[in-house]
């Protein structure tokens, strides 16, 4: 499917969806409760058929933070970035997508560990890197150790 | 010792007196004790980033540090009496290079290679994670500077080491300091 069509047929899934086509691939932005609505029928529909997620990044923006699913499909060979927001920084969540592809389990793990967001209906939720009794998450923007980071 | 033909042979510390029977080594503990040492280092094979790329080059065939008595290199600290800390060092790693030294029979020397190892290099200011030097863990015998060395820094640093060695006291105690510093790290 070209970017058009993506476009055109993600607009018809979610009607919250904004749409970013400056990068490589066709970003759709999304609110974080529209998450699952949305993503799901992208792994089901034979349509997209995106059965590979690549990449999961969380971006903290400050005023919020952004959860970034790179998606692709080896069957149709086109690739869709999804990105939810989520706006509650102090306690952020979102719904795992580990029960769609099993590979988001550890990714959740790492993202958990490093900026605090809490995935619900994750199977194993924990410290990956870090130990358990590590305090705060330092690749959050706000994070400080007076200790270690010294500017 | 004498100059001239025997300039190429190893220079053996101590005064050879010829004598019909053979001949006699007139020498000190120490001096024989720590060229035997300083001659024979075996490193450990340990490195944990781009400065051990470095390294390997030191110990391969166009840098060739068994030219100076390096070539043992070792894969279990018991065996081993150098260990040359060749890339960064993370607080997750700190424990386990701690651990690693303790393995090692006295006596024992330490190699802090790079930018990394001396300060925290590049990640001095703002990472959560990276010690601020490894002298925080175990104690330094010679700093090389760089980012990373070239072999040739690497190689000089070792004979530096050489050259301590043997000025060093064989049976006193050589007390070795940590600067242990408890605001940079906790292990």
Redesign the interface.
Known sequence: MTKEELKYKLGEISREAAFDETGEFLNVIIPSPELLPLIKPLRLNKEFYFDYLFCITCVDWKDYLSMVYHLTSTLHRHTCVVQATITDVHCPQIESVSGIWKTAELNENEIYDLFGVTFLNHPNLRRL?LGDQWKGY?LRKD?T?E????? | MKKGKEENKIVFPGQLHESPEGGMLVTKLDEIVNWARSNSLWPLIFGTSCCAIEMMHAAGAKYDWSRFGFEVARATPRQADLIIVAGTIVMKMAPVLKRLYDQMPDPKYVIAMGACTISGGPFFYNTYSVVKGVDHIIPVDVYIPGCPPRPEALLHGMIALQEKIKHQPVFRKNKKEIHHDERRIKI
């Open positions: 890197f330092p994070y150790d200790h270690m980071i010294l500017l």
